[in-house]
Nanobody
Framework: VQLQASGGGLVQPGGSLRLSCAAS????????MGWFRQAPGKQRELVAT???????NYADSVKGRFTISRDNAKNTVYLQMISLKPEDTAVYYC?????????????WGQGTQVTVSS
């Protein structure tokens, strides 16, 4: 397994969760890491990305509430989520985009369920 995500669960609106994704070193060190999510009946969408040098990008819907970070010593990327809303409910997927000679290769974790409900 090259990407292993964890940390999902059930949380009340306004609550917090932190997702983690551990990657193999050969992938993590050079990859842009990201989190995507897919709600029932919807397409998978970008949540946040962080490059190998730490530049971040967020979907407008999560700006100010979610923070992506990476620990290069642990080959792990995190997604800290606060002020969660019911519309954040989805399966969250970890992604690694590793450059290649002809472009890039995408790797995906298995997904972790986040449910925001009272």
């Amino acid at each position: 397994v090259q990407l292993q995500a964890s940390g999902g669960g059930l949380v009340q609106p306004g609550g917090s969760l932190r997702l983690s994704c551990a990657a193999s070193r050969s992938i993590f060190s050079v990859s842009t890491m990201g989190w995507f999510r897919q709600a029932p009946g919807k397409q998978r969408e970008l949540v946040a990305t962080i490059t190998a040098v730490g530049n971040t990008n967020y979907a407008d819907s999560v700006k100010g509430r979610f923070t992506i970070s990476r620990d290069n010593a642990k080959n792990t990327v995190y997604l800290q989520m606060i002020s969660l809303k019911p519309e954040d409910t989805a399966v969250y997927y970890c992604n690694a985009r590793r450059p290649s000679l002809v472009g890039y290769n995408d790797y995906w974790g298995q997904g972790t369920q986040v449910t925001v409900s009272s």
